[in-house]
């Protein structure tokens, strides 16, 4: 899939806030996942839109309320994203173990 020239420059400034040890790892998630979201509307190109929607998804939900913060340092409204941000899909507790 394309990519738009300013959705590369924004994987690579949200993938420079993670921590080097793991920064790969979240920069093929949110690749990938940015990729998703693309398809799902249709598209034939990732957007600046796309690679948020697909970093908050592969953001824990409990970690989610700090990118409010990141998003509007890359000049976009969070409001935009509100039902990414409180969504929990995909992030299922671990069954507790019972003993057996």
């Keep these: 899939m394309q990519w738009d020239d300013t959705a590369e420059g924004v994987l690579a ?6 921590p080097e040890t793991i920064r790969e790892l979240a920069r093929a998630s949110a690749h990938d996942e940015s990729e998703v979201v693309a398809s799902e509307r249709g598209a034939a190109s990732v957007s600046v839109d796309d690679v948020v929607r697909g970093w908050i998804r592969t953001t824990p939900p409990e970690q989610r309320d700090g ?20 969504s929990g899909e995909g992030w299922e507790e671990e069954p507790e173990d019972s003993g057996m």
């Design 13 to 18: 400034t949200l993938c420079r806030m993670v």
């Design 67 to 86: 990118l409010v913060a990141v998003i509007e340092s890359l000049g976009l409204e969070p409001e935009r994203y509100v039902d990414e941000l409180e």
